[in-house]
């Protein structure tokens, strides 16, 4: 390839990015880009002039002048541009033919498009970089409503409420248009001619009809690593893909590999740290310490580099959102205490809700979820259960060592005391608490726990207890849960019910009352001494032996 190759590469690389328009010398200067050696020559000698008498910057007449008016530096740097052939033709594929002095024979609709295209790239990046977007003039305003088309009634663009979408999809839809069509690319050969300058040949054109696509996508790529809002950016770079495959991914990888770079080596020194804290103090010191970090450094790369993990990238994001996440979920854990002896702070909550806002794989998902259910089971139990648990697990080890001392109106006593909590934890039973793992069932627990005293309650007073037993009996009705404690509390109070009616012996615990003996039996029973009287039996029987025994032998 010729050797116009090397400086019409050198000049796009300088034009590259978001700053595509504002570096353009004809925008800086004000020039057409239809204007001649000399119109150039004479522009040039009015600014030293206006310099040498003191005016430090020269605002370029023209539209779409600059937002912020060149100084001579810049101002030097452009002309220098224009008054090189191989360079100044990169410039004018980026800036308004339509002009006055322009002189080729194209169809006046390929101007006008071309135009249009290169005036909504550059206010959409104006807007980009800040400082609103450039002065508009009446006859250079926002993107055209095509012929025919009425206002209200549909249009190429679409009203989003923000001026710079637009702008965004027109450059975007006209630019693949125009580098579609053979007459762009006879445009800059005639310009190559009207030029004739010995220095540029039409491989020039052929430079740029291979760079284009590069040079337009790396305007919005360049824009990642900065813009406020990626996923609105990101919309903007899903509409330049026409410009071929991995065009896009490698501008953006370009652009983002840095800032990949800079939060993989930050997650892993973070997660370092916390690895080497052992005992509990220090892994909640080094936990707020990562978090702090994280959340500083680390998340909004990894929320940037997010938005546009669906763009031909290569970089490992997916790998990089799971690790971070994983990471805030240790620290998450780190911090809430390990034992039921403190609530979970509302930092682990907050961390575990960023872990998962970051879309981590499904298997640190799920644990990511599991941790947060057991934060939040401790949360209701630290704030509604323990209230009332805590008492009637009191209430019930108090009722049972009062029963073990045969104290069975003082344990009944203390269980009746503790009713209105037991009955509390039953409704969070079915509310608050039903959709967590562990606590329902141990309300179940207690609650049978408690029934159990209840019925003991009941047996151990006995018919003496009057009305008392029978409702200590209902209470352990309402309060069992298991098959086996209902079952035996309903034979005693059955029981309990005929002791009532034919005033029948009492005194079976759990309602298991053996069945009656015949003679036959009592006699087994005393005879191999498993009976409660057989001692006794045998004990008079020995006691007979002996003294006749004794009779005969002193008898004699």
């Not at 919005?220 to 065009?247: E, F, I, K, M, N």
């Not at 702090?292 to 993990?309: D, H, I, K, Q």
């Not at 003991?456 to 008392?468: D, H, K, T, V």
């Amino acid at each position: 390839m010729g050797g116009d190759a090397p400086v019409v590469r050198e000049r796009l690389r300088e034009l590259s990015g978001p700053e595509l328009y504002r570096r353009n010398a004809f925008r800086v200067t004000g020039a057409s880009t239809g204007a001649a050696r000399r119109t150039l020559v004479r522009r040039r000698q009015q600014i030293a002039t206006a310099a040498k008498a003191g005016v430090v910057a020269v605002g370029p007449a023209g539209e779409l002048p600059l937002p912020d008016a060149a100084g001579p530096e810049q101002l030097r740097t452009a002309f220098d541009v224009l008054d090189h052939p191989q360079r100044r033709i990169v410039d004018e594929l980026f800036w308004f033919w339509d002009a006055p002095d322009a002189s080729c024979p194209c169809d006046p609709e390929l101007h006008r498009q071309h135009d249009e295209a290169v005036r909504a790239h550059a206010r959409a990046l104006d807007a980009e970089l800040g400082g609103g977007e450039a002065p508009r003039r009446r006859t250079a305003g926002g993107p055209k409503r095509p012929a025919g088309k009425k206002k209200g009634r549909g249009g190429p663009q679409r009203d989003t409420g923000r001026p710079e979408d637009g702008y965004w999809q027109t450059a975007a839809r006209l630019w693949r248009e125009l580098l579609g069509q053979r007459a762009v690319w006879a445009h800059l050969r005639h310009r190559v001619a009207a030029l004739d300058d010995k220095r540029l040949t039409e491989t020039a054109v052929t430079v740029l009809e291979a760079e284009v696509r590069r040079v337009l996508v790396s305007a919005v790529a360049g824009l990642a690593a900065r813009t406020r809002d990626p996923a609105r950016l990101a919309r903007y770079c899903t509409q330049w893909t026409w410009t071929g495959r991995g065009v896009l991914g490698e501008a953006l990888e370009e652009q983002l590999t840095p800032l990949y770079e800079s939060a993989e080596s930050e997650l892993r020194e973070t997660g370092e740290k916390l690895a080497a804290a052992f005992s509990e103090r220090d892994r909640k010191t080094a936990a707020t310490a990562a978090a702090g970090s994280l959340r500083a450094r680390v998340v909004p790369a990894v929320e940037r580099l997010g938005a546009f993990a669906d763009t031909g990238m290569s970089l490992g994001v997916g790998q990089l959102a799971d690790t971070t996440a994983l990471l805030l979920n240790n620290c998450a854990v780190a911090l809430s205490p390990a034992s039921d002896t403190a609530p979970p702070v509302r930092e682990s909550f907050d961390l575990l809700e960023l872990a998962l806002r970051l879309k981590p794989y499904e298997e640190t998902r799920r644990t990511i979820e599991q941790n947060r259910a057991r934060l939040d089971e401790a949360g209701v139990w630290f704030d509604k259960a323990k209230p009332a648990f805590d008492p009637v697990v009191k209430a019930v080890e108090t009722a049972a060592r009062q029963l073990d001392r045969n104290d069975a109106r003082g344990a009944a006593g203390t269980l009746e005391a503790a009713t209105p909590l037991l009955h509390e934890l039953r409704r969070l039973r079915r509310g608050a608490l039903a959709g967590l793992p562990d606590l329902p069932d141990a309300v179940d627990r207690l609650s049978d726990s408690a029934a159990i005293l209840f019925n003991n309650c009941a047996i151990a007073l006995g018919p003496g207890g009057g009305g008392r037993g029978v409702r200590l009996l209902e209470l352990a009705e309402e309060f069992c849960t298991t098959q086996e404690t209902r079952v035996r509390v309903t034979a005693n109070r059955l029981l309990l019910d005929r002791v009532g009616e034919v005033g029948l012996p009492y005194g079976t615990s759990y309602g298991v009352r053996p069945p009656r003996k015949s003679l036959r039996t009592h006699l087994e029973e005393i005879y191999y001494g498993t009976s409660p009287i057989a001692a006794k039996v045998w004990t008079w029987v020995v006691v007979l032996l002996i003294i006749g025994l004794v009779v005969v032998f002193f008898g004699d």
